[in-house]
């Protein structure tokens, strides 16, 4: 495994930390985590839209506030993002707006994700900011996560 | 003009007090005003991306969480909201999230909106909840407060 794909697995280790913690939290289980172009975590988090009371608090978003405010600058150029799960239509465009370089995310998600899945907001006339990104990142422990998160809401 | 018109300027005319207050701050003059179903305000204001240093502080998305916080629910049913501008993508994934009820705004953005222009989020089948939805008021008055303080950012 070289250097880099080695970095991002360690990444992706946190956001699928974060994805637990959101899990114990009865939140649906995703989380993420911002990084500079040395490495350095400026944010990471899980959802937390019941304990927040605000349904923009998707990880990515709690992520993007939190990492901006870090620098006092509401443009994270040369930015990471590492999310468990393909960002929303919400959290693509939260990502755009914020100039973050790259993404990667773990599980795809058919249903509303919208970055290789629906709208592929990224590829439409509406972004002005395309990142680089890379999907598929500890895919099958980020969606087992997730299923068990659901299968035992359905109990 | 009958009440339900009346008071729908009303508030109107509150998002555009918001945007102004924005314009002020040297924001993208948006202004944003939520209330619920017995039109109390929960929330108004304008963007405020510089000044947090946060680039989802759009108007309509600190309305929501601002009002979501004030009634301890992360849902907004039977809330209504009055935007001086057409949401964009992000804005209009958070609104639906939400699950606002109705949505009125004033001036179309055929650039970056996504109700009735671009990709229309309230009709694709990423979208789970589609509030009722209404442009076009004050249509004139919010067009030129943005049409002057772009001549103004271009001098």
Redesign the interface.
């Known amino acids: 495994m070289n250097d880099a794909l080695k970095i991002t697995n360690q990444f992706m280790e946190i956001a699928l930390k974060e994805a637990r913690f959101a899990r114990d939290r009865d939140e649906v289980p995703v989380g993420a985590v911002i990084v500079d172009k040395n490495n350095n975590i400026l944010a990471s988090n899980g959802n937390r ?2 304990e ?6 998707h990880a990515e ?1 709690l992520c ?2 939190e990492a ?2 870090k ?6 150029t040369d930015c990471t993002i590492f999310s468990s799960l393909e960002p ?3 959290c693509a ?2 990502i755009s ?3 973050i370089k790259k993404l990667f995310f773990g599980a795809y998600d058919y ?2 994700g ?1 970055v290789e899945s ?2 592929k ?1 990224f590829e ?3 972004c002005n900011h395309k990142p680089e990104f890379y999907g598929g990142f500890k895919e099958k422990e980020s969606e087992l996560i997730l299923k068990s998160y659901f299968k035992m809401k359905r109990v």
Chains 1, 2 share one sequence.
């Open positions: 839209i019941i927040l009371s605000d349904p923009t608090a978003i993007i506030r901006s405010k620098i006092k600058n509401e443009r994270l929303c239509i919400m465009t939260a707006y914020s100039r249903k509303t919208a629906g709208i907001y439409t006339s509406s």
